[in-house]
């Protein structure tokens, strides 16, 4: 991780306090609306496009300020991000950026709102209602994709960040409705991934939020809630998907995701899939979340064989799908944890003793609208 990332994890820490800004300019933008071609950046007149190729041009690692507002990307996605930057916004209720549609043939990398390949921190906006799909999404692949944002070869810092209501409708070899990190890092806090879509057959997906092949991934004081996975896939997730990725979930909620795979998938979750990574759970709930249809592995959680997984103070409750475990896999109980294999509220919950052994079995869950 290079050095913006590395200044921004405090930021992160802090999340609210004022972001320190890194050495390079900081430009701030005037205007919510999006000329395309953007005009030059200048400090009475400038877009959010027109930031983002000024930050482009500059090799230091820029500030772009947000101020409150919704900010439309009526010409579609933002230029590709290929130098270090802190995207700074009002608050996640204040700052918007939606109405991004990324299309095309084939490509290696698109999102609908912003992709980088460089360091990425974002504090304090709304990502909402963008889209990534293809020219046919059908037989056009997207190597990596996502609704929002994505991001390969750099690090990604959220804090006070939402991702809501985002599609990844093109088919994809790794993607996710909200957002994707591949072959990077991921830093995100008081978060959150909500109502998120993906729906085209992909090979690694999940609804909210993956992070594939990465160095890490930390998520802490988060909620991942409500987002969908309807595809063909190998593995698959309506919330989150740890892919070749060791990954740490702090205080954070996974509910009400879901995912419903169509024929042909191997391996789904409904809540978390840790797939071949070291998973860490800790004072986490993962409830009420559901999987169904061919290769449902788990309602709630989902452990694949080659990693360590560990719980502690968690509740992983609640969770549905066709008769299937709440909970697959091996998970090493750190103490004070509950497991709930069945949905009925009066239903007593167990208290776990180590290891856990994610066998208990969900009761079929009528499907949500």
Do not use: H, W
């Not at 997207?142 to 093109?170: F, H, K, P, Q, R």
């Not at 909500?194 to 160095?215: F, K």
Request: overall charge neutral.
């Amino acid at each position: 991780m290079r050095k913006l990332a590395g200044v921004l994890l405090v930021v992160t820490a802090l999340c609210g306090a004022a972001a320190a800004a890194a050495p390079g300019t900081t430009l701030t933008v005037t205007r919510t609306d999006d000329p395309d071609p953007a005009p030059v950046c200048t400090p009475a007149d400038c877009s959010l496009r027109a930031a983002i190729v000024a930050a482009n041009a500059d090799a230091a690692e820029d500030v772009v300020v947000l101020p409150a507002g919704t900010y439309t990307l009526a010409a579609g996605p933002l230029p590709d991000l290929t130098s270090d930057l802190l995207l700074r916004g009002a608050g996640s209720s204040r700052t918007t950026v939606t109405g991004g549609l990324a299309t095309g043939p084939a490509t290696g990398l698109r999102a609908g709102a912003l992709v980088a390949t460089s360091d990425l921190a974002i504090q304090g906006v709304t990502f909402r209602g963008n889209r990534a799909t293809s020219t046919d999404p059908a037989t056009d692949t997207i190597t990596s994709g996502a609704g929002a944002i994505a991001v390969s070869g750099g690090s990604l810092v959220l804090a006070d960040v939402v991702v809501s209501g985002n599609e990844l409708a093109g088919r994809s070899v790794t993607g996710a409705g909200g957002v994707l990190v591949t072959s990077s890092t991921l830093s995100m806090r008081a978060s959150s991934v909500t109502g998120n879509v993906a729906s085209a057959q992909s090979v690694t997906v999940a609804g909210g939020l993956t992070v594939n092949a990465s160095a890490s991934a930390r998520i802490e004081s988060s909620l991942i809630a409500d987002n969908r996975m309807t595809a063909t896939t190998v593995v698959g997730a309506g919330g989150i998907v740890s892919n070749v990725t060791p990954a740490t979930i702090v205080n954070t909620t996974v509910s009400g995701n879901r995912a419903d795979a169509a024929a042909g998938s191997i391996a789904i979750a409904g809540g978390v899939f840790s797939n071949v990574s070291d998973l860490t759970l800790r004072q986490a709930t993962i409830a009420d979340n559901d999987a169904t249809g061919p290769g449902a592995s788990a309602a709630n959680v989902q452990a694949n064989a080659g990693g360590t997984r560990t719980i502690g103070g968690s509740i992983v409750a609640a969770g549905a799908g066709a008769v299937l475990p709440s909970c697959s896999g091996t998970l090493t109980s750190l103490g004070g944890n509950v497991e709930n294999g069945r949905r009925a509220a009066s239903q007593v919950p167990a208290i776990s003793r180590p290891p856990i052994r994610c066998s208990r079995r969900s009761r079929t869950a009528a499907a949500r609208p």
